[in-house]
Nanobody
Framework: QVQLVESGGGLVQPGGSLRLSCAAS????????MGWYRQAPEKQRELVAA???????NYADSVKDRFTISRDNAKNSVYLQMNSLKPEDTAVYYC?????????????WGQGTQVTVSS
């Protein structure tokens, strides 16, 4: 059974940094795309950043030049380095992966990790 497990969230002051990690496991044949979404209270879930298996990336305009997404294909893992954090980055961050576990490509989600930016 496919699982995505996130780690690295927490409380940080404005201007600080955090690094989120996500590892996929459970009978995976191939992962096409991995990424991070976030959802703040009373707001819709939004894409933060995504990366394909060949390293193509895309970012939300609000995080460009502050966040960096990376991936370790050998470990089925994706990372999000978040710098210059702002209070408006406060949200639950979800890892996602489009992968094939033998039943064709499907989207999978992690349980989410809380990021709070506050002084």
């Amino acid at each position: 059974q496919v699982q995505l497990v996130e780690s690295g969230g927490g409380l940080v002051q404005p201007g600080g940094s955090l690094r989120l990690s996500c590892a996929a496991s459970g009978g995976i044949f191939n992962i096409y795309r991995m990424g991070w979404y976030r959802q703040a209270p009373e707001k819709q879930r939004e894409l933060v950043a995504a990366i394909t298996s060949i390293g193509s990336t895309n970012y939300a305009d609000s995080v460009k030049d502050r966040f960096t997404i990376s991936r370790d294909n050998a470990k089925n893992s994706v990372y999000l380095q978040m710098n210059s954090l702002k209070p408006e980055d406060t949200a639950v961050y979800y890892c996602t992966a489009t992968l094939d576990s033998g039943l064709g490509y499907k989207d999978y989600w992690g349980q989410g990790t809380q990021v709070t930016v506050s002084s």
